[in-house]
């Protein structure tokens, strides 16, 4: 049984990748703002924190934005507090923040199990952290205003999950795009456009019909403030092949 990202650590990819990071189309954003240097809480989870808060300001509910939290902190016996947290998110203001990166803590209960929890009570967000997440959410709010607007987000795949790769979940879907976000002072890898490509595969091998729709794949970085585009017609079919059965398993 591996997620999406444990299956990518299992294999080796061509020289270059899968799907070669160079190919994407890249696009700089700018609203003219600085972030801070300097950040007191993991990377993960300010990415998951800037996620969720993004969902939660395109108008999905905290308790549906937050359910893979919830149900990591359901596996502690901690779900009534989760959800607490859950209703403390009302926006971008401090107390929402603080309540975003706590919850984000209980995810790692659900993906990679309870034994890497660490009490959520020592994420505590400093002034810095805070307004960098506040500003990494304003961003992708404004991404989703100029590339949007969201048609779905935490997306799964049932139906498309197979054994070698029973489970993962993806961004965010628009009309004819699917997103992957990240927030890491990087570029992105070909582990992360491998990642794209399944999610794409798995969908169209899913129950769920607004996979078809998908024309393009990106990614957007809201900390470097990039837009990264591929049309899915310009992959070769043999990558397609060979990533469908070698890489997901589809017969």
Known sequence: MSSVTQRIKQIKQPRGGYLPPAQFSVTPLSDGRELYPAENLHASTVGLAVDYLTRCASGT??????QISIAGAKLIGEESRA???A?????LDKASIDAACKLSGYDVCFRAGPA?????????????TTENIRILADRSLAFFRQYGPVVKDGLTFKGGYTDLITSGDGDFLTADTLWDFKVSSAKPTKDHTLQLLIYYLMGIHSIHPE?????????????????????????????????????????
């Not at 393009?216 to 079919?237: A, F, H, M, T, W």
């Open 61 to 66: 509910d905290p308790q549906t934005a937050f």
């Open 83 to 85: 959800r607490a947290l």
């Open 87 to 91: 209703g403390k998110v009302k926006g």
């Open 116 to 128: 890497w929890y660490r009490p959520v009570e020592e994420i505590r967000p400093d002034a810095d």
């Open 211 to 251: 996979y078809e729709c998908i024309r393009r794949l990106g990614l957007y970085n809201p900390r470097l403030n990039l837009v990264y585009l591929k049309e899915i017609s310009q992959i070769p079919d043999d990558v397609i092949r060979t990533v469908s059965a070698e890489v997901i398993g589809y017969k």
